[in-house]
């Protein structure tokens, strides 16, 4: 499989339009098209998903019974915002289903051992709550359409905050399922998803005590500590930035020295589109090879968003290559490795300075692999896998 950062690219850009109580978009509405994208017109013509797949949810959480677990599958389809009934049929999301106190109800209701499910074609995300149900409303969007208020947990003020909830994120249509589990935004509920078609694929399952590790590992790190919110979530640094629980000038000082390393010597970072070879000259770092790719200094917000100086557009060229640079600098692995991106997650996360909150994700994983910030699907480190002749999906709710 052709590494997602190495196709046109998606990921980040759909970081934003999940923040605060904006009306949202859900982040995964644009993962197929970036997952195929590159893939051979052979394997294309392979992809044999149809119809409704199966999808079972597992509550083995140990610490909240089927009554206290409250499902929620809401997304787009056919360009409109809609959310999974319990019957297996998509509803189009209407404001007339704002209750007395001004929120929906659309929870589903978990069943005996495995709850099963029919999901038609649609991206979106799969939301557990815990405890309490989510407070979704229901409002009208800026060309008149209805549209959902998603929850934004690292947001104080966003009626959610209280509630202990997490997701996944999916696109399913004619092409195949594609789906992740991501710590991007938060980490608070330990979640695996099972994909069964060509083969059995599993992600994200957090190991025994991971949760409680990872926990601790955040606040353990100084500057990384105020992310963690009681027990109930971890807040990715990112945000934690524009909430004011992180410092703006975190990875300044790295930064400062990527900048001044590369100013006499020569970054390779190597792509589908071939290989770049770039340095700092005057203000900016400039790559030539198959494209020329140039990038303004970036500040911590940007490093943590992939964003900003590191944005990365969808042109197969300089989109890939921001995140590579994305991915080293979170990893911190620009300056100990002159040659990107860097295969060996020994070497991640080494140094002092480093996106301490996305080492305690993937620390937490049985596999490894995480999510912690929009490009770690660099080298296929993300929690994300795919299928074109999909048999079914189950989300798991993992012991705490």
Known sequence: MTPRHQRNLGRRKLLFALGGAAVAVPAAAALAPHALAGQSGERRAKAAAAGPLPLTIVNNSGSFDNANVHL??????????VRLTPDGTLAPIAASDNG???FTDYAISLSGGETKLSLPYMSGRIYVALGGKLKLKAVTDGNGNAALQYPAGWVSSDPNYGVLHDCAEFTYNSSGMFCNTTMVDMFSVPLS??????????????REGGRAAAFAAVKEVEAFSRLVVDETRIIAPGHGLDAGLFAEDYFAPYIDEVWSTYTGKDLKITTNAGTFTGRVRGDRFTFDGPAQASFGKPSTRDVLFCDGALAAPNDGTTGPVAAVLGAGFNRS???????QPTTDASVFYGTELTNHYSKAMHTATEDGKAYGFAFDDVADFASYIQDTAPT???LTISPF
């Open 72 to 81: 929620y599958v809401v997304g787009n389809a056919d360009g409109r915002q």
């Open 333 to 339: 692995t620009l300056l100990s490795h002159p040659d």
């Open 100 to 102: 007395s106190d001004g």
């Open 392 to 394: 079914g999906l189950q």
């Open 193 to 206: 998803i099972r994909l069964t078609g060509s083969k059995e694929q599993t992600t994200g399952t957090v």
